[in-house]
């Protein structure tokens, strides 16, 4: 079975913090997402990597950056957490061969309130 | 750009009687279609999904999907609801030349015993 692993499952920060999400995945994928999950908006996508130090821009990218220095980590970054940051955030992978139809696997979500 | 309509916020059946969650998308091209679950402060589970060939998709638990290209629809189905079925429902679509997938809104399921 694919595992991806968000370490912490629940954080309280504090505005103006530096924030670090992590995510492990163990399938050897090539691509992974950071979604945001808020009620009535579905998910979004925040950023996406689909190589080693490769990054892509979702629908929301500002305020959150993102790191990829070994295949199987994504990071999600957020420099000076706000109060709109607030959220569930969902880590994502799958393999990379676009016309195939891969599925994209989830982790169990990072639930994150700004304070 | 690619999109993905969920109509209902909430959906409400009675345990064993049949369950519909409708979807309907759009892309520029030829789609690849998903349902996942989710659970109450739980990841998204997939359910199952739609590439090619036989328009009826048969997924987890006893869920099946049909896809109807003329109307762009991906409606989510199952013959006889569980109570345990009660969860929030996503329907994505992705166009084949792209990595990413698009989200509907999501529709709560609950099926009342």
């Known amino acids: 079975d694919v595992k991806v692993t968000q370490s912490s499952r629940y954080l309280v920060k504090r505005t103006g913090e530096k924030v670090f999400l992590e995510c492990v995945q163990d399938?050897?994928?090539?691509?992974m997402f950071w979604y945001r999950q808020d009620p009535g908006l579905g998910l979004r996508l925040i950023y996406f990597s689909y190589d080693v130090k490769m990054k892509e821009k979702g629908d929301i990218p500002e305020g959150y950056s993102v790191s990829r220095e070994k295949k199987e980590r994504f990071s999600l970054i957020l420099e000076s957490a706000s109060t709109n940051q607030t959220s569930m955030y969902l880590c994502?992978?799958?393999?990379?061969?676009?016309?195939?139809?891969?599925?994209?696997?989830f982790g169990e979500g990072s639930w994150l309130t700004v304070v | 750009a690619q999109s993905v309509a969920q109509p209902e916020d909430q959906v409400n059946v009675a345990e064993g009687n049949p369950l519909t969650v409708k979807c309907t998308y759009s892309v520029s091209g030829n789609p690849y279609l998903f349902w996942y679950v989710q659970y109450p402060n739980r990841g998204l589970q997939f359910l199952l999904k739609?590439?090619?060939?036989?328009?009826l998709v048969k997924g987890s638990y006893g869920f099946e999907a049909e896809f109807n290209k003329s109307q762009t629809s991906f409606h989510l189905k199952k013959p006889s609801a569980l109570v345990s079925d009660s969860a929030l429902y996503f329907c994505?679509?992705?166009?084949?030349?792209?990595?990413?997938?698009?989200f509907g809104k999501g529709t709560m399921l609950l099926v009342s015993p």
């Open positions: 399938m050897d994928h090539e691509n």
């Open positions: 739609y590439i090619t060939g036989d328009n």
């Open positions: 994502a992978s799958s393999l990379r061969q676009v016309f195939s139809g891969n599925t994209i696997y």
């Open positions: 994505a679509v992705r166009d084949m030349e792209d990595s990413t997938l698009t």
